[in-house]
């Protein structure tokens, strides 16, 4: 390519292209580059907070084309038994399939002017000094700055030869056919027991299911095996289509360096993604957001702080709530089947109503036999 960009972006997942999209609506020539042709199948519940819906909602993006499900009921169960059920007067998570919510994110971004190159894949970095020359499967992109965008096995992150230490856990997903899928309506089923250190989710979508299981520990292995499991306690008649997994990284550090004067890391690929309940979407908006304010400003160590300032501290309590609710699985789910408020909590803190600060004081207040777990 002759011409030279802003910005060249890896990877038009979530926080690429929502990347992409506000650069160029500031008047930014952004290239967005994915290996991968669009729309194209991604492992994930496809699960929007609304706190996510918020953020894309306050940056003009109207996501409603691609909801497939609206979710105002949570069911909590112990190994697909003792259900304990919270409704809500509103949605509390918009259902997506991915192909379709990242397939409308990379649209509004070439709508907004980004240049869309499918099928190219990230290589190496040829020169950093005065510019960023990076050679790709089409040929090299010359820009001002690189934003590495590419997920959880981040080639840029590689490249950029300062390795972001991540805590990985990983999930299995399938979507799959079923008669009852209409008995899911509205409704997500999250399940305890069938894995440690994790859980089990069922996703309603507009005509199938999405179901899937994950685990933060890295003693976990054969995940296959524990969704067959989980999906036998559901005891759901069903024809899977497609079952994928992947990693999902979080954070392992207290303070990060996500940039260095030419390049920066989001989302997957900086290991931003909540290691209490895998959610990855919000935090590749959010830090999305946050490089698109250091770029502009032509600052990029201004990303870093911010990621340290304004993300990191949350999911440090959601590390902590995981260290309660997945040593303690069986004692939490007792304690919100009688403590509906503690279990409307559970949920606001996904949606964004509550903080994991707040959910760690109620559940101190419960008097747990926490032991040695801070
Ligand atoms: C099973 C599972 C279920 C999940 N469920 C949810 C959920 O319900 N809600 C939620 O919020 N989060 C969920 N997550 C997490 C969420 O999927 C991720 O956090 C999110 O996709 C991260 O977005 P991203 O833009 O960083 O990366 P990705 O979505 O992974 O996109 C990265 C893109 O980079 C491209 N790429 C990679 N390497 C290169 C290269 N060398 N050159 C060019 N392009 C490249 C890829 O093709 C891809 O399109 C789930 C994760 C898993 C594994």
Redesign the pocket.
């Given at each position: 390519m002759s011409k030279e960009y802003f910005a060249v972006i890896?990877?038009?997942?979530?926080?690429?292209a929502f990347l992409a999209y506000r650069l160029a609506s500031e008047g930014r020539p952004v290239a967005l580059?994915?290996?991968?042709s669009f729309p194209?199948y991604?492992?994930?519940?496809?699960?929007i907070?609304a706190k996510?819906a918020k953020l894309l909602q306050g940056s003009g993006i109207d996501f409603a084309p691609v909801v497939q499900d609206r979710v105002t009921r949570v069911v909590f169960t112990k190994q697909c038994a003792q259900p304990v059920t919270v409704d809500f007067d509103d949605t509390v998570i918009d259902m997506v399939m991915r192909d379709e919510f990242?397939d409308l994110l990379r649209r509004y971004a070439q709508e907004t002017g980004a240049e869309f190159y499918p099928k190219?894949?990230?290589q190496e970095i040829v020169d950093l000094s005065d510019k960023v020359d990076i050679k790709t499967s089409q040929g090299n992109f010359k820009a001002k700055y690189l934003v590495g965008?590419?997920?959880?096995s981040s080639?840029v992150a590689k490249a950029m030869g300062q390795p972001v230490k991540k805590r990985l856990g990983f999930?299995?997903?399938c979507e799959l056919d079923s008669p009852d899928t209409g008995r899911f309506k509205g409704m997500v089923q999250l399940d305890h027991g069938h894995i440690n250190e994790g859980y089990g989710w069922v996703?309603p979508k507009r005509n199938h299911l999405s179901i899937?299981i994950?685990s933060f520990s890295p003693a976990v292995r054969k995940y296959r095996e524990h969704l067959d499991q989980f999906l036998n306690g559901l005891n759901i008649p069903h024809t899977p289509r497609i079952t994928r997994?992947?990693?999902?990284p979080t954070p392992a550090q207290r303070k990060v360096k996500l940039h260095n004067d030419r390049m920066l890391l989001?989302?997957?690929?900086a290991g931003l993604?909540d290691p209490m309940t895998?959610?990855?979407?919000?935090y590749?908006l959010k830090s999305a957001d946050l490089a698109c304010h250091s770029l502009l400003q032509e600052n990029l160590s201004a990303y870093s702080q911010a990621v340290n300032g304004q993300v990191l501290p949350e999911l440090r309590q959601a590390k902590r709530v995981a260290r309660i609710v997945y040593t303690l699985p069986g004692t939490i789910h007792n304690l919100i089947a009688k403590n509906s408020s503690l279990a409307r909590m559970l949920v606001e803190v996904v949606y964004g109503a509550e903080n994991y600060t707040n959910l760690i004081k109620s559940l101190l207040k419960a008097n747990l036999p926490l032991g040695n777990i801070k």
């Open positions: 890896v990877g038009a997942g979530p926080a690429g580059i994915d290996r991968q194209r991604k492992p994930c519940g496809g699960g907070s996510t990242d190219c894949k990230f965008a590419d997920g959880a080639m999930a299995v997903e996703f899937g994950g997994g992947h990693i999902i989001v989302s997957d690929a993604a895998g959610e990855g979407i919000y590749a």
